[in-house]
């Protein structure tokens, strides 16, 4: 109990306040009004996820997924108003998904401990695809009306390209390996939770979850493989004490 109390006191209630207050104002002012194209919608452009990716890095997974559910139910009400589809699918995929960010990133991975990774990756490949060409109407989600080749692609590029990332960063640079793995996790699977969530609530068809998958996994993914390291790096130089190498 008492171990529980020191990782959860009161610098992390503050920190998690603060999480979701930036979360949710900054994610106001730079999602620009851009929504995921018709039909699909609803998800909004959000690179204000780079917030609780640094904070649940920081300060842990309990402060990353706290502060997300708050901050993205507070813009939710600011930007559509609907309260159960918030509590239903973007809380449940915000505090889920940066509550693994926060998880991951603070573990050191060795590559051996990654084989799962990179199977789970692999699988979530083939399965893609073979949605893609199962249920090639995928096509008609965008208005710029995508043939299913052109969908492949951009399935491969952005989630293969997230994995092989994660690949060339754990052999290349080891101090960011946990956060990468913990970044494409996270966002993956917050990603699913989110296009599972809206199309059972909607009742739209199934490929549709597809495509809301793809819409929040490329529009996410690059600021937090992009922008975290950095604002990383300036952190542990700014306060040295929240580094790896010091809590080690």
């Known amino acids: 109990m008492e171990k529980a109390r020191s990782q959860f006191g009161p610098l992390q209630i503050a920190m998690t306040a603060i999480n979701a207050a930036l979360y949710a104002s900054i994610g106001l002012v730079t999602y620009f009004g851009i929504f995921a194209p018709q039909p699909l919608g609803i998800v909004r452009f959000w690179p204000a996820v780079i917030i609780p990716g640094v904070f649940a890095t920081l300060f842990g997974p309990w402060v990353g997924g706290i502060g997300a559910l708050f901050g993205i139910f507070v813009s939710d009400m600011f930007i559509h108003g609907n309260a159960l589809l918030s509590i ?131 529009t996410e993914i690059p600021f937090l493989l992009l922008l975290g390291p950095p604002v990383l790096k300036a952190c542990y130089r700014a306060f040295p004490s929240l580094s790896p190498s010091a809590k080690k």
């Not at 995508?146 to 952005?158: C, H, I, K, R």
């Open 88 to 218: 239903t699918i973007g809380i449940p995929s915000n505090f889920i998904g940066f509550y693994l960010v926060g998880y991951i990133a603070r573990k050191q991975l060795s590559l051996r401990k990654l084989f799962p990774v990179f199977a789970a990756g692999a699988l979530s490949l083939i399965m893609g695809v073979y949605a893609i060409l199962a249920f090639p109407e995928t096509r008609s989600l965008y208005q710029i009306q995508l043939s299913v080749a052109e969908t492949l692609l951009l399935f491969l590029g952005v989630v293969g390209g997230s994995y092989l990332l994660i690949i060339i960063v754990s052999a290349l640079w080891s101090e960011w390996r946990s956060y990468g793995v913990g970044s494409v996790v996270g966002l993956g699977v917050g990603s699913t939770i989110i296009g599972l969530g809206l199309t059972a609530y909607f009742n739209t068809p199934l490929h549709y979850s597809l495509g809301w998958f793809i819409w929040t996994f490329t």
